[in-house]
C-alpha cells in the first residue's frame, strides 16, 4: 500500500469542516458548489498525488471552475493508495476488494468520523425516519466490536443510538445468524406493539426470510421498517428488487412504503436511499452524476452508465469517486441502481456482510 497522504494545516481543515457541518444541517447556510470548489482547492494543496492526477488532466485550481468538472478518482485507486489529508488517523475501514487480494482502506481521523456520523444521522432522519419515529432495532449486521473494520456497522451503531428504543439486538455473531434469537426479539418486541426497524446484508435477509416457516412468520407493528445494503450481485443467486419487497411484505408484514435500501461506499462518508421502488435519492450534501466509465458524458434518459458520486463530507479524502456499478438517471438528480458489472464481486460496505451470511 502507498501512502500518499501528509497533514493538512488544521485551521484550513477546520474551518472547512465548520461549512460542511452547517450546510448538513442548514441547505441555505452555504452553496453546494462553492463548497465543492473550496474543497477541491484544499485537497489539491493538501495529496501531492491527487494534485499530480488533477494536474495531468488539465484540472486545477486556476482552471476548474464549477464542480462538475473536478475529476473523479475510481475505485481502483484506493487498492494501491491511500489518499488522506487529516490529522491523527483514528480508523480504518476496508474498501474494496476480497479478503487478502485487492483490498484497500479508506482513513478518518476524529474530526472525519464526528462529520460522516453528522451526515448519517442527518440522511438517516430526513429518509429512514422522515416520520420522526423511534424503534426497536435487530441488527443483521455485526455489532461495531465485531466488525471494527466495516464501515455499515459502524454506521448503524449510531442510528440504532440515535432512533432506538433500548439497546439494538444483534443476531449475527462471530459469523453466525443466530435465528432463534432474532425470532424471540420481534415476538416480545411485537407482543408489546412496538415498531421495529430492522438493518442488514440484503442477501442476509434472504437466507432469514427462506429459514422462516409458517409458524414462525411474524407480522411487525404498524411503523416498522426495514434497510437492507449490499445488493445481490456476485451471488449463485439473485433476487430482483421487487421479488425481495415481496418476500419482505409477505414474511413481516411491512408494506413497500417502509422497505428502505441503501447505497454506500467505504470510500464516501454519505450514503444514498431508497424507498420502496424509488430511485436512489441523493441528500442534499451531495450529487450524483450518471456517466460513461470511458468518457464521463452524463448518460441520457433511458441510457445506462456509472454513478460519478460528490461528498462534501468527505473533506480529507478525494471528494469525488467514480463508481464500477450500473445505473440509470432518474428525475431531480437521483438514480435507479442496477446491480454490479457482471463477473464482478462484492465490495465496499457489502463485501464483509456478504460474506458474514
Known amino acids: 500500500m502507498n501512502v500518499c497522504y501528509k497533514p493538512a494545516r488544521l485551521e484550513d481543515k477546520q474551518r472547512l469542516v465548520r461549512r460542511v457541518q452547517a450546510y448538513i444541517e442548514d ?5 453546494f458548489g462553492e463548497l465543492a470548489l473550496a474543497l477541491f482547492r484544499f485537497q489539491y494543496q493538501a495529496m501531492p498525488a491527487l494534485q499530480r ?3 495531468s488532466l488539465g484540472a486545477g485550481p486556476d482552471s476548474t471552475s464549477h464542480w462538475r468538472d473536478i475529476p473523479p478518482v475510481g ?8 489518499l488522506f489529508c487529516g490529522q491523527e488517523v483514528a480508523r480504518r475501514f476496508a474498501t474494496s476488494g476480497t479478503s487478502g487480494r485487492g483490498r484497500g482502506t479508506s482513513l478518518f481521523d476524529a474530526q472525519d468520523l464526528e462529520l460522516m456520523e453528522r451526515a448519517i444521522l442527518a ?3 430526513g429518509s429512514l425516519f422522515q416520520d ?3 424503534t426497536r432495532f435487530l441488527m443483521l449486521v455485526p455489532s461495531e466490536p465485531d466488525a471494527p473494520e466495516v464501515i455499515m456497522a459502524h454506521g448503524m451503531a449510531r442510528i440504532a443510538a440515535r432512533f432506538g428504543l433500548g439497546e439494538p439486538v444483534y443476531a449475527v455473531q462471530q459469523g453466525r445468524l443466530l435465528e432463534r434469537e432474532a425470532l424471540n426479539a420481534l415476538r416480545t418486541w411485537s407482543d408489546h406493539g412496538t415498531p421495529i426497524t430492522m438493518i442488514g446484508g440484503s442477501f442476509g435477509f434472504v437466507n432469514f426470510m427462506e429459514r422462516l416457516t409458517p409458524e414462525t412468520t411474524l407480522r411487525l407493528p404498524p411503523g416498522s421498517r426495514l434497510l437492507d445494503a449490499g445488493g445481490f450481485k456476485g451471488r449463485s443467486r439473485e433476487v430482483n428488487r421487487f421479488e425481495f419487497m415481496d418476500m ?5 408484514g411491512i408494506p413497500r412504503s417502509h422497505i428502505f435500501n441503501l447505497y454506500g461506499l467505504t470510500e464516501l462518508a454519505s450514503q444514498f436511499y431508497s424507498q420502496g421502488d424509488s430511485p436512489k435519492r441523493p441528500p442534499h450534501w451531495t450529487r450524483a452524476l450518471v456517466v460513461d466509465p ?3 458524458e452524463e448518460a441520457g434518459p433511458d441510457s445506462r452508465g456509472v454513478p460519478l458520486l460528490f461528498d462534501l463530507a468527505n473533506v480529507s479524502r478525494p471528494l469525488a469517486i467514480l463508481t464500477d456499478d450500473i445505473a440509470e438517471p432518474a428525475d431531480n ?3 435507479h441502481l442496477l446491480g454490479r458489472a457482471s463477473g464482478t464481486a462484492p465490495r465496499g460496505c457489502s463485501l464483509n456482510l456478504e460474506r458474514l451470511l
Open 294 to 296: 470511458l468518457t464521463l
Open 333 to 335: 438528480g437521483g438514480f
Open 27 to 31: 441547505e441555505a447556510s452555504d452553496s
Open 248 to 252: 419482505v411484505e409477505a414474511s413481516f
Open 53 to 55: 492526477f488533477w494536474s
Open 123 to 125: 440522511n438517516a432522519a
Open 75 to 82: 475505485l481502483s485507486v484506493f487498492k494501491r493508495f491511500e
Open 132 to 134: 420522526g419515529q423511534k
